[in-house]
C-alpha cells in the first residue's frame, strides 16, 4: 500500500477572528478524506515553522479540540511576517523548505493569508516547478483588509466589519448621552492601511438619518480640514453630538499619512496609528467641542465574540473546499469566494491562479463612498450587508470566552539539522 | 379621589450599558402601581430637564418601548455632567426646581448616577425639607467606576469588567500569534481615574499561569518603571507575547498622573486618556519590543452587545425595588447591592442613607492586587467573578444590535416662564 503524502497548512500576516475555522475546515475534511490524503502538518508560525521544521502533529489531536478552532481568535499555529527572498537571489533558504517537505513526506502547501501570504505561495509554487519537488500549492485567502483581488471578499473581513457597525453604534448612543454638559464628539480609529474597506463597512451602522457614524474619514479621501470642521459643526447643530470613524490610513492633499510611524514591518509598510487624537486635538482647537477617542487596534480583529457568521461559514468552507478541490487536481490557485447575489446573498467558492493575487491589492471602489465623501453609497451598502449577517457566539466559561485550551500543539520530531 | 403624585426620574454622569435597565425596572413597577403612583416624568438630560422643565413623558410610550430600554446603551433619556450650587450661596436654582416639581405634581425625586450624582440628591433632598416641598428623594446606583460606597458593587460595572475579560483575552491571542516575528506586546488602556477596579476586573481573565493578562498596571500602585520592564522582559521569555492592561489613573512615585490633559470637567475632574501610548513607547525605547495598543474609552461602557447578565438583572432590580421602596416609606436613601455570598453568588438590595454616599469614593482593596503588584489575588477574584456571570444579548436586525428606534421621548408641555 502506498503510502499516503501529508499536507503543511500554515497560518501567515495579521491574524483574524475566523482564521482558525479554516485551519478547522481544512482538518476536518482532511480527517474525512484519511484513505486518500495523510495528516495535517501545521507550521508553527507561518512558514517559519517550515524552515524551522517546527511543525504541529494536527493528528494527535482529539476532535473535539480541533471543533475548538471554530471559535478560537487568533492564529492558534502562529503566525508570521516573512518575506521569502526572491528565488534568483538565494535558493538556499527554498532548498531547505524543500528538505523539510520531503522529509515529512509533505506534498501539500496549503498557506492561509493575504496579499503578502500569497507571494510565498505563488514563489514556493514556481520554486516546486524548477526544483523538480511535485508541491501542490494551494492559497486560502484571510485578511481583515479585504483587498485581495479576485475574491468578492477575504474570510476575517465581515467580522470586523460587524465589530466596527456594533461599536460605533454603542459609541454614538454614549456620546449622545452626554452632549448636553460633555462630551459631544466622538472619534473611533479603526485599521485599513491603504484601502477604507473596514472604516466604509462601519458605514452600515447609519442606517437612516441622523444616524452614526455621522462621518467617516477614508484613506481614498484626501483630508479636507475646513470642510470636515464645517461637517463637525453642522453635526452638532443638527444632532447635538457626533460620532466619526476615522481610517489609520488617512492621508492629506498631498497624499502623505496624517500620522506615520517610523516603524515599519518586514514587508516595509509602515506601521500606522494614532490618528484619532490628532482629530480630536483639530476638533477640540478649531470647534471646542469635547472629544473623546478609542482606538480598536487588535480588538477589532480579535473579537471572536462578535463574529459574523456569515464570515464564520465562509472561512470554515473554504478550509474544507481547499481539500476537496487538491483532491480534483487543483494546483497554484487560490479559493476565492464569489458573489451571485447580494439579495438575497448568495455566494460559492471559486479559484484564480495565483500569480494574478500575489502582491496585488483591490482598493475599495470610488463609488462605494457617497457624492460627500463622508458616507458610504448605496450600492456600498449592498456590498457590505451580506457580510454581517447572524451572530456566531463562542461558548462562554466562568462569564468569560472560553477561548483555547483544548488543543496539545504536539510537534513532529525533527529528523534534519 | 386625589389626583396620583408623578415621580421624576433622570439619569446623570457618565453612561453604562444598562443604565436603561434601570430606567425600565423603575418605569415597569410604576406601571404596575398605576393605582398608588402617578406617571414617571424623565428629565432630558439629567437635572437639567428639571430646570429647563424639559421632561419626558414616559407613560406615552407603548410597553415595548419601555422593554426596548432593557438593551439600549447609553442614557436613553439624556445624562449631564452638571452640580447644583451649594444652597447657601445661591437658591435660585433650587426655587427653579422645586416650581417644575410643584408644576407638574411632582412629589418623588429618583436619581440615577455616581458619585457626584448623590451628591445633587442629597442637596435636593435637603432643600425640600429647607423649602417645605415634600419630596421623596432616592438615589439609585450607577457607575462604571464602581466607587459608591455603602454597596458592595455598582450597576454598571460588571458590563464593562465582562468588556475588559473578554477584550484582553481576544487581544491575547491575536498578539502570540503575531510574537514569532512582529508584535510582541499589546497593551490595553482602560478607564479609572482615582480607582482601579475595572484594571482590576480584567485580572479575570487569567485563570492560569501564562494566561493574559500578564501585567496590570493600578492607579494604587505607583509606576516602577525599571521593575515594569524587568517583568515585561520576563513574560517575553516565558511566554514569547505580553498582554497588558493599563490604567488611565496610572500615577508616577510622586502621585502625579502619567499622562493629564489640562482639560477638566464641570467637577473639576480632569480628562484623563493616552497612557497606552507612553506606556509603548517606554516598552519600545528600552526593549525594542514592537507594540501595539489600544484605547477602549466609550466601548467598554457601551459594549451592551457583551453585557453581564447578572449586571442587567441588577440594574433592572434596583429600579424595579425603588419604586416599592418609596411606596413602603423610603425617603433620603440611595438603594444599594449587599453581597450575601460569593460562592453561590447571591445578594440582595439594601439602602443608606444619602448623606454617607454624597461625594465619598470607594478604593480598590489593596489586597484585591497581589503582592507583586501586577495582578490580583485570590480575594479579587472572589470579588469580581460574579459580577461578569451570564451573556444579555440584544436582539440584532441587518447583522447589528438593534438600539432605539421605539421610543417617542414627547415631552410634558412646559407651563412655565
Known sequence: MKKLQNIFYAQSGGVTAVINATACGLIQAARENSDKIGKVLAGHNGILGALREELIDTSLETDEAINSLLYTPGGAFGSCRYKLKAADGNTAEYERLFEVFKAHNIAYFFYNGGNDSQD????????????????????????IDNDLPLTDNCPGFGSVAKYITTSIREGAFDVASMAATSTQV???????REAGWIAAAGGLAAE????????????????????????????????????????EGLRNQQGNYLVESTKTDAFGHHQLGGIAPVIADIITRNLSYKCH????????????????????????????????LVLKGAD??????????????EWAIGTAPL???????????????????FGISKKGREYFLPLIQGEAYPPYKNGMPDYGGKLQFKKVKKCLA
Chains 1, 2 share one sequence.
Do not use: W
Open 186 to 192: 466622538f472619534i473611533m480609529e479603526v485599521m485599513g
Open 120 to 143: 510565498t505561495t505563488l514563489k514556493i509554487s514556481e520554486m516546486s516547478q524548477r526544483l523538480g519537488y511535485p508541491l501542490v500549492c494551494i492559497g486560502i485567502p484571510k485578511t
Open 208 to 247: 437612516k438619518k441622523g444616524d452614526a457614524p455621522h462621518i467617516i474619514l477614508f484613506p481614498e479621501i484626501p483630508f479636507d480640514e475646513p470642510k470636515f470642521l464645517a461637517k463637525v459643526t453642522d453635526c452638532i447643530k443638527k444632532y447635538s453630538s457626533c460620532a466619526i470613524i476615522v481610517s
Open 332 to 345: 497554484g490557485i487560490m479559493l476565492t469566494i464569489e458573489r451571485k447575489s447580494s439579495e438575497p446573498y
Open 355 to 373: 500569480s494574478k493575487v500575489a502582491n496585488a491589492e483591490k482598493y475599495l471602489p470610488r463609488d462605494y463612498i457617497d457624492k460627500e465623501g
Open 293 to 324: 477617542y478609542a482606538v480598536c487596534d487588535y480588538l477589532q480583529r480579535s473579537a471572536r465574540h462578535l463574529a459574523s457568521q456569515t464570515d464564520l461559514v465562509q472561512a470554515y468552507s473554504l478550509g474544507s473546499a481547499a481539500i476537496d
